[in-house]
């Protein structure tokens, strides 16, 4: 869940920086700093997230002795309803991964951006390309970091659930991370 949250939290702040850069377009990006704007190609450039979507399920369909020592099975539906979720958000962030890199190859066609003069002609560049700003101008990417922000919470929810339907202690599921390499949090 932490590493979603991080993920999210960028997602968020990418997602403030499309905002603000394409209310400014086309005739006020140069009220924008060279950085910010630097930094909005980056962003949809970034290839960086990656999913560890399947972890969780994983570890208890390669160790089904887990899944065999819990006899609570509201506990068992909570905690493949947490994993459903997880899994979930991950597919999300891959998708919008996936969008953003479609988005910039169509971008990347047409010149490298340090080819531009300057980083408003690179971003008007981007954003003058009919995909690009309708995506962004469409606020699908706001949506998705609402949805994934959402379903986050529920996750910590169900995760809090978990830990109080299993009855066990505190360092108990400390061995239980340790043991099988796992964070419940």
């Known amino acids: 869940i932490r590493s979603l949250e991080a ?3 960028d997602l968020k702040a990418t997602d403030s920086l499309y ?3 394409v209310s400014c377009y086309p005739d006020h990006l140069h009220e924008i700093s ?6 909005f190609v980056k962003k949809l450039s970034n290839s960086n997230y990656f999913s560890t979507g399947g972890v969780a399920h994983n570890i ?4 089904m002795a887990v899944l065999e020592e819990i006899d609570n099975f509201s506990l068992i539906y909570t905690l493949y309803g947490s994993i459903s979720g997880i899994e979930m958000m991950h597919d ?6 996936s969008v953003r890199e479609e988005l910039f190859a169509a971008f990347s066609k047409k010149k490298h951006f340090n080819q531009y ?9 981007v954003l003058d390309i009919p995909e ?5 101008l469409s606020q699908k990417h706001t949506n998705l970091c609402i949805g994934i922000e959402q379903s986050l919470e529920i996750m910590k ?6 830990k109080n339907e299993s009855g066990l202690t505190e360092e108990e599921f400390e061995r239980f991370q340790d043991e099988y390499n796992f964070n419940f949090d």
């Open 132 to 136: 690009i700003y309708n995506f962004l």
């Open 157 to 162: 929810q169900l995760n809090q659930e978990c």
């Open 7 to 9: 993920v999210i939290n």
């Open 117 to 125: 003069p300057d980083a408003v002609s690179a971003v008007k560049a």
């Open 19 to 21: 905002t603000r850069v």
């Open 60 to 63: 208890f369909k390669d160790n």
């Open 34 to 39: 060279r950085d910010t704007l630097n930094l």
């Open 92 to 97: 999300i962030i891959d998708d919008i991964q």
